[in-house]
């Protein structure tokens, strides 16, 4: 039963122990089921052999009980027959298989009393995998949960710090640097007007204002 005491001893024991260690639940419980059930396929045989003890015993107690009866009626038939030593010797083989009766009794009982402790013990182990077996799922989607959650407190924990904030600071200055290089290059633009540029620009201006005068000078032919 040390199995099951080890077995026990896993359930009475956190799943974060078990996370800890690097065991993995899963794995382990279904190495433990399969070990269960090779002690039950190994206690169905000790069994099976202990019943076929039991069943030989009764049959060799039965048997012996057979023959002493069987005895008892060949001595009343010899006596029938007027066949007085014949019915000695069958009345003397009667008691020598009595003697076997009690014999055979008693060791029959002892291997009855036997069996049954093994079925007993069976019964119990096999209710206890059936137990295991039940509380496996349990255990398992509580050990999933557990390794879920430390996972996820392990990536919380540097969520948004260090190399995550260091970058963003990185970007906004890099950001601003291009802003402000963009805006120089606006200044360098404006500052490098050529001197033509600046007198075409005058140019162009005369020109309007000659062709607004001109217009007048038109509008005033009209009138006249």
């Known amino acids: 039963m040390a199995l099951f005491k080890r077995l026990r001893d896993l359930t009475m024991s956190t799943l974060n122990d078990l996370l800890d260690k690097a065991e993995d639940p899963v794995k382990m419980l279904n190495q433990y089921l399969r070990d269960m059930e090779q002690d039950i396929a190994d206690a169905e045989v000790s069994v099976a052999k202990q019943i076929a003890i039991e069943k030989k015993f009764k049959q060799q107690y039965e048997d012996a009980q057979e023959m002493v009866a069987k005895r008892e009626q060949q001595a009343m038939q010899a006596l029938e027959a007027g066949n007085e030593d014949l019915a000695r010797r069958a009345l003397q083989d009667k008691k020598e298989h009595e003697q076997k009766v009690e014999e055979y009794k008693q060791q029959y009982e002892n291997a009855r009393s036997n069996a049954d402790t093994l079925r007993a013990q069976l019964r119990e182990m096999k209710d206890e995998f059936e137990k295991m077996k039940n509380k496996k799922e349990t255990l398992i989607a509580r050990a999933e949960a557990a390794k ?52 075409e620009s005058l140019g162009n201006s005369d020109v309007d204002d000659e062709l607004e005068a001109l217009k007048a000078k038109l509008n005033k032919n009209k009138e006249e």
């Not at 904030?165 to 890099?174: H, I, P, V, Y």
């Open 148 to 199: 879920a959650q430390k996972n996820i407190n392990q990536a919380m924990s540097g969520f948004g710090t260090d190399n995550a904030a260091k970058g963003f600071d990185r970007m906004s200055e890099k950001v601003l640097q291009m802003e402000a290089e963009a805006e120089a290059s606006k200044e360098i633009k404006s500052s490098s007007r050529s001197l033509d540029d600046e007198l």
